[in-house]
């Protein structure tokens, strides 16, 4: 330690080195000169400490040498500086971390829980409803037509679920549910006579404006007399409509007819155009029909 010390002071005194130390054989002149400051301030120190603090002065023996530049070295200065980095190195860390979160947990989650659920119903819950719908419509009906539309649907069913298109198959169910629904309604279909109603109307179709297509207004009613709605298709616009009054179109005479039984007494005493029994596609008619419809007038 003392020699270290004696080196210290050989430093802190520049002038005194570089004059002593450059000229040869003159280190006794130098101890002498480290004796006298010590003994300055009361410091005892012996020859030999001043000799050794002398020649580690000359080999430089207690001089910082930084270390030449290598991998270990970098990583050494980066750990002493790890303070600077580190908080920016935490942020960045966990930036990541909640990117890399809220990605998986918001859309890479949500998209698997997608596609197993469409898994789920492309393989059980569209061909179980497909299947008891099907069967449904074979046990309620015994009109060959309407078997035959749940065949053909089912079946469009069955090829786009072979083909994973759930869009295709979800439409497949929803039309053979409309279908039971439509084989499962009763109604009657009443020519509407009430005061102020219309009874009947008559259109020139745009196709040909030297004819007219007559319509006579009826009214879906249940037992109750309560009205039904019922999907109509108008045949002016192509639409399909649910509607509880619309306007089926008849011949001229079927028309005129009716115009006559009103015209009478003011009231329609044949006023059933027709009668839809549960299992049936379409109403059973009582009067001569043309099949179209409107639903506006």
């Given at each position: 330690?003392?020699?270290?010390?004696?080196?210290?002071?050989?430093?802190?005194?520049?002038?005194?080195?570089?004059?002593?130390?450059?000229?040869?054989?003159?280190?006794?002149?130098?101890?002498?000169?480290?004796?006298?400051?010590?003994?300055?301030?009361?410091?005892?120190?012996?020859?030999?400490?001043?000799?050794?603090?002398?020649?580690?002065?000359?080999?430089?023996?207690?001089?910082?040498?930084?270390?030449?530049?290598?991998?270990?070295?970098?990583?050494?200065?980066?750990?002493?500086?790890?303070?600077?980095?580190?908080?920016?190195?935490?942020?960045?860390?966990?930036?990541?971390?909640?990117?890399?979160?809220?990605?998986?947990?918001?859309?890479?989650?949500?998209?698997?829980?997608?596609?197993?659920?469409?898994?789920?119903?492309?393989?059980?819950?569209?061909?179980?409803?497909?299947?008891?719908?099907?069967?449904?419509?074979?046990?309620?009906?015994?009109?060959?037509?309407?078997?035959?539309?749940?065949?053909?649907?089912?079946?469009?069913?069955?090829?786009?679920?072979?083909?994973?298109?759930?869009?295709?198959?979800?439409?497949?169910?929803?039309?053979?549910?409309?279908?039971?629904?439509?084989?499962?309604?009763?109604?009657?279909?009443?020519?509407?006579?009430?005061?102020?109603?219309?009874?009947?109307?008559?259109?020139?179709?745009?196709?040909?404006?030297?004819?007219?297509?007559?319509?006579?207004?009826?009214?879906?009613?249940?037992?109750?007399?309560?009205?039904?709605?019922?999907?109509?298709?108008?045949?002016?616009?192509?639409?399909?409509?649910?509607?509880?009054?619309?306007?089926?179109?008849?011949?001229?005479?079927?028309?005129?007819?009716?115009?006559?039984?009103?015209?009478?007494?003011?009231?329609?005493?044949?006023?059933?155009?027709?009668?839809?029994r549960k299992g049936m596609l379409d109403p059973e008619y009582a009067m001569p029909v043309n099949g179209g419809a409107v639903t506006e007038w």
């Amino acid at each position: 330690m003392l020699a270290m010390d004696v080196v210290d002071t050989l430093r802190h005194r520049e002038n005194l080195v570089a004059r002593e130390l450059n000229e040869e054989d003159r280190d006794r002149q130098l101890i002498e000169r480290l004796r006298e400051i010590y003994a300055s301030q009361g410091i005892e120190v012996t020859d030999q400490v001043l000799a050794e603090g002398v020649k580690a002065l000359k080999e430089q023996r207690f001089v910082y040498t930084p270390p030449e530049s290598s991998f270990q070295v970098t990583l050494a200065k980066l750990y002493v500086r790890r303070h600077a980095w580190g908080k920016a190195v935490l942020a960045i860390i966990a930036a990541v971390l909640i990117v890399w979160g809220g990605w998986h947990f918001l859309v890479t989650v949500p998209a698997q829980n997608r596609a197993e659920a469409l898994q789920v119903e492309l393989t059980q819950t569209l061909p179980k409803e497909l299947n008891e719908l099907r069967d449904r419509i074979d046990a309620m009906t015994d009109v060959a037509k309407a078997k035959d539309v749940a065949a053909s649907i089912h079946a469009d069913g069955v090829a786009a679920l072979a083909d994973e298109n759930a869009e295709r198959a979800r439409a497949a169910v929803a039309q053979l549910q409309d279908l039971r629904r439509r084989l499962a309604q009763e109604y009657v279909l009443r020519i509407v006579s009430r005061p102020g109603a219309t009874s009947g109307i008559w259109r020139i179709p745009d196709a040909n404006p030297d004819a007219r297509n007559y319509y006579l207004i009826v009214e879906a009613l249940n037992r109750d007399g309560q009205p039904v709605t019922v999907s109509v298709t108008n045949e002016e616009t192509g639409d399909a409509e649910t509607v509880s009054e619309w306007g089926v179109r008849v011949p001229t005479d079927t028309f005129n007819d009716v115009r006559a039984d009103k015209e009478d007494d003011g009231i329609i005493q044949n006023d059933i155009l027709g009668v839809k029994r549960k299992g049936m596609l379409d109403p059973e008619y009582a009067m001569p029909v043309n099949g179209g419809a409107v639903t506006e007038w």
